[in-house]
């Protein structure tokens, strides 16, 4: 997954793996035609890209807060890897994070915004069985028609 935020504020019409329209996402879900298996995110401001991604980018990649949920992102100089204009990550290491926080219902709205774009797209899934968060099996397959 990789993520950028845009300079529209608006909300942009998010389209299944199909290409059919499907329900209004702040998250605009695309993926890279050099590897299908890439992800692009936009989202719509700066603030709701670091909403969405900045406590995972923390968990994930921040040394001093490795491994560790964040009640609150970090400010200023202080805020660290939750501060990029860009983040990258497994769909894996993004559904550890879910999990870490407690599922898709315990997370930030953000968070499940983005979370609802993932699984609307079918990149990613929940498994009832286990109750976790999955990467799809079949994310090889996506292809994105239109735009």
């Given at each position: 997954i990789m993520s950028h935020a845009s300079a529209c504020a608006s909300a942009t019409s998010a389209r299944d793996a199909t290409g059919n329209n499907a329900e209004q996402s702040l998250v605009l879900v695309r993926s890279?035609?050099?590897?299908?298996?890439?992800?692009?995110?936009?989202?719509?401001?700066?603030?709701?890209?670091?909403?969405?991604?900045g406590r995972a980018s923390m968990y994930l990649e921040d040394p001093e807060t490795l491994g560790v949920v964040a009640s609150a992102l970090p400010?200023?100089?202080?805020?660290?890897?939750?501060?990029?204009?860009?983040?990258?990550?497994?769909?894996?290491?993004?559904?550890r994070f879910i999990d870490a926080c407690g599922g898709v219902?315990?997370?930030?709205?953000?968070?499940?915004?983005?979370?609802?774009?993932?699984?609307?797209?079918?990149?990613?899934?929940?498994?009832?069985?286990?109750?976790?968060?999955?990467?799809?099996?079949?994310?090889?397959?996506?292809?994105?028609?239109?735009?």
């Open positions: 890279w035609c050099a590897d299908a298996r890439v992800f692009l995110l936009v989202f719509p401001s700066a603030h709701a890209q670091r909403r969405a991604l400010s200023g100089a202080r805020g660290g890897v939750a501060n990029y204009s860009g983040h990258n990550m497994r769909v894996s290491a993004l559904c219902d315990a997370c930030w709205e953000e968070e499940r915004e983005l979370m609802r774009a993932l699984m609307m797209h079918g990149i990613i899934t929940h498994d009832v069985r286990t109750g976790t968060c999955v990467a799809a099996r079949d994310v090889g397959k996506y292809r994105h028609k239109g735009e």
